[in-house]
């Protein structure tokens, strides 16, 4: 994407290990970068069409100045969080922090530290078979939308399927969404349990009745393989109600694995059935 610089920004300010750093204060060095679509504000010389950097600057320094940290990683990460969540036209950031004469016991220029944010797409799969489905569904996608960090886009209607793996049981309700979150995939899962568990989500039996069902199915196009955590979601391609509610909001949104939409995948499922 376009890009929007603010280099070398000088802020006095209080953050640091020792005492007298938090007491004293010093000048630390703010550089970003913001990744933005400038196109329309070029076309139209229009301020609107654009990010402010100057509204950006002065953000970057009532942060700094708003509250003590001890080390730079937290006051970079406070940083792209705030300037990401500031304007929905910034997708991504890159902040670094720099401390000119960092207590080290050596001369030294600076000692900075660099990170890259952005906003991340992401899939969930929203399920319920006990008590009032639609009602644990409808708090979940609240929940999702009043996080400060998520952003919900699309929401598929619900839908009711039969159980899968463990028949035994009374129908579901299913559905998914689509989101942004500026999250990591395990920040969100946390998050999920955590929705999940405040509905009264008990895991006593794989695929047993559930209060409510939050699965991640997609994270961008991340590949992840671990333990607790699988993107994207295992045997998706074999379950009509993720694939329905999948190609309702995102038809042609590829498997990073596989290769094929959730449209390709779903014809290809019920050709088999």
């Known amino acids: 994407m376009d890009q929007i610089k603010i280099e070398n920004l000088e802020i006095f300010a209080n953050h640091g290990v020792y005492p007298e750093e938090n007491r004293l204060g010093q000048k630390f060095l703010v550089s970003c970068i913001l990744y933005v679509d400038t196109r329309k504000a070029g076309k139209t010389d229009d301020l609107e069409a654009s990010v402010n950097y100057g509204t950006i600057s002065h953000l970057i320094k009532e942060k700094m100045e708003e509250k003590n940290y001890r080390l730079i990683e937290a006051v970079a990460e406070q940083l792209a969080e705030e300037i990401l969540l500031f304007d929905e036209k910034i997708r991504k950031v890159m902040v670094e922090v720099k401390k000119p004469w960092a207590p080290v016991g050596l001369p030294l220029e600076t000692v900075s530290v660099k990170i890259e944010r952005c906003w991340n797409e992401a899939f969930i799969a929203l399920g319920s078979n006990m008590g009032d489905k639609k009602k644990y569904i409808e708090n979940a ?16 209607k619900l839908i009711g399927t039969e159980p899968y793996g463990v028949t035994d049981q009374d129908e579901f309700l299913n559905g998914a969404l689509k989101m942004e979150t500026l999250l990591t995939p395990h920040e969100l899962l946390e998050l999920l349990h955590r929705i999940e568990q405040e509905a009264g989500r008990k895991r006593i039996r794989r695929w047993g009745p559930r209060t409510l069902d939050l699965d991640i199915i997609f994270y961008g196009d991340q590949i992840i393989e671990e333990d607790d955590l699988c993107i994207p979601h295992i045997d998706m391609q074999n379950r009509e109600f993720v694939l ?5 909001i995102a038809p042609h949104k590829r498997h990073p694995v596989l290769k094929e939409t959730m449209t390709e995948m779903l014809v290809k499922l019920k050709g088999n059935n």
């Open 141 to 156: 996608v609240e929940e999702l939308k009043n996080e400060k960090l998520c952003r919900v886009l699309k929401v598929s």
């Open 244 to 248: 329905g509610p999948m190609c309702e």
